[in-house]
């Protein structure tokens, strides 16, 4: 009973803070790693298309 | 270790799995979840799959297909770690804004049962390379009881997972250097005995399955992607724990998607010298070890996937027990370790997961792709990035994922939606493209396009984004 408790104070807590607008867990992905993923995509797409054209 | 002990450590665990975790809770680095998701991905099962696709495809279209198409359905998928490693929370904890509370259970009750095929497949190879040691030395057992030793895996690793976090822990630091040993002593073994250019110029078993060249490779593709979405049940177990966004995600793609892609390619590297060799096909790694291995190597290396694959299922039954208590905590944790080997034990002398290989896949394929989607378009595009974790969690009443009953519909017939179109694309049973647009996307890629597609659609309809968005008023 004292863990569940426990449990629900931590939940409690924890979703408090996370629902306040100013809280922040740390820096998103930025615009480099946009650009990284976009461009890794379009060579995997390109990759593919080669690797059956070889 | 005394009970309350062990007791202690899984409450702990559960505590920790329930409980959304802060900065100050977060502990891995780049290095740590590269190197953690990196040795999860390199069981036996990666083995399997490189020598199903060497069945269909030369070496060339094999890397090519491998480590491009898992590396873009990595990207794709792990964008589900962003809201794990934001929020501190598992991927089914967030569900439950996706599919309801009650919604959320069932689903997962499904993907979680499909994604111990796995478990099976690990199973299966266990047993055939103790079967094989014994053969060695001149005893023969008889096929029929695969199961019956394929079950010994399962009692061990549940043994193991039984025995609480520690254990598991210690497991996992005797799996990985045998998975890589086993890696590296592969690869000397192929080079040894062939030249890069005798490899690439074997032809693959099957290459006229499908009519055509292209038929083939992306039904290739369909198999590499539908592997990688395999992953999006275990999403959040350890992203949720990383420090940063950025580390998690490409943490995640690195070892989900190229290390898995990495360890795939040396199973089709093998499974083609194995061809060369003897002329037989076989996706059992066992197989080759002892062809290309001798028998002094090559049991040394059958022995390791003995022990790996013990603690592959250890983990992997730890890992969806404690996921199955974080969304049922009164659940008992004994209990449900039980469960889910008697389920996988039940496939296992069921024998189809081995013998319906492509099937497995498809059913991945198909719920695992259309729900990543759905995660993505909801988290992205209908929400906003902003959760109401109140709500998730139903603290002081707030319920706003309710939805009708419990259940999501827009979510559910979206869900529903993408499978029909994996279905209209695809033919699971016997593994063949129904129609040309498989050509193009892939079965599990048309699946996300539908699903993802129709939930964005119907949440632009105002009523329905009033229905799907009762949390926006605590914004």
Request: proline content about 3%; hydrophobic content about 50%; glycine content about 8%.
């Amino acid at each position: 009973m004292k863990n569940k408790q426990e449990l629900h104070e931590a939940i409690a807590e924890k979703t408090e803070q996370m629902d306040d607008p100013n809280f922040t867990s740390g820096p998103p992905l930025n615009k480099k790693d946009g650009i990284a993923i976009v461009v890794i995509a379009l060579i995997c797409v390109i990759g593919l298309v080669w690797g059956f054209l070889i | 270790m005394s009970k309350q002990t062990k007791k202690r450590q899984i409450h702990s665990e559960v505590y920790y799995g329930m409980v959304p975790l802060g900065k100050k809770d977060k502990i891995y680095g780049f290095w740590d979840i590269f190197l953690i998701t990196g040795g999860w991905a390199i069981a036996t099962w990666a083995y399997v799959q490189g020598g199903q696709i060497a069945t269909m495809i030369g070496l060339e279209e094999a890397v090519t297909n491998t480590f491009f198409g898992m590396t873009v359905a990595g990207l794709f998928l792990c964008l589900c770690v962003l809201i794990t490693t934001r929020y501190g929370i598992d991927i089914w904890m967030y569900q439950k804004a996706l599919f309801g509370y009650f919604g959320l259970i069932i689903f997962a009750v499904i993907i979680l049962a499909s994604q111990l095929g796995y478990d099976v497949i690990n199973a299966e190879v266990y047993a055939s390379s103790l079967m094989k040691v014994f053969a060695e030395f001149g005893i023969t057992i008889p096929e029929y009881l695969t199961p019956y030793i394929a079950t010994t895996c399962v009692i061990f690793g549940a043994w193991i997972a039984l025995r609480g976090p520690i254990a598991v822990r210690t497991a996992t630091r005797i799996m990985v250097p045998c998975l890589m040993a086993l890696g590296v002593f592969i690869i000397f073994t192929v080079f040894r005995n062939f030249s890069l250019q005798e490899l690439l110029n074997v032809e693959p078993l099957y290459e006229a399955e499908y009519g055509s060249g292209l038929a083939n490779y992306m039904v290739v593709l369909e198999w590499n992607i539908a592997f990688i979405f395999a992953w999006f049940a275990s999403i959040g177990v350890l992203s949720r724990l990383v420090k940063t966004e950025r580390t998690a995600y490409w943490g995640h793609v690195g070892g989900f998607s190229i290390v898995m892609a990495s360890f795939t390619v040396i199973g089709v590297l093998t499974a083609l010298a194995m061809l060369l060799a003897t002329g037989v096909e076989s996706v059992d790694p066992t197989d080759w070890l002892l062809e290309l291995g001798g028998p002094v190597f090559g049991l040394m290396a059958i022995l390791f996937v003995a022990v790996a694959n013990v603690t592959t299922v250890a983990v992997s039954l730890y890992g969806i027990s404690i996921s199955t208590k974080v969304l049922k905590p009164e659940l008992s944790f004994s209990k449900v370790v039980i469960f889910w080997s008697g389920w996988i034990v039940l496939l296992l002398f069921w024998g189809g997961i081995w013998d319906y290989y492509s099937v497995f896949l498809a059913l991945v394929g198909a719920t695992s792709g259309s729900a990543v989607a759905l995660i993505v378009v909801d988290f992205f595009f209908v929400r906003r990035q902003k959760i109401s974790m109140k709500d998730l969690y139903q603290v002081d009443g707030k319920k706003a994922y309710r939805y009708t009953g419990g259940f999501n519909i827009v979510a559910i017939i979206s869900f529903l939606a993408g499978v029909a179109g994996y279905l209209w694309v695809y033919e699971p049973i016997e593994a063949v493209p129904r129609n040309d647009i498989f050509l193009y996307t892939t079965a599990t890629g048309f699946s996300m396009i539908v699903s993802g597609l129709v939930y964005l659609l119907l949440s632009m309809i105002k009523p329905l984004n009033d229905y799907l968005r009762k949390d926006k008023k605590r914004e």
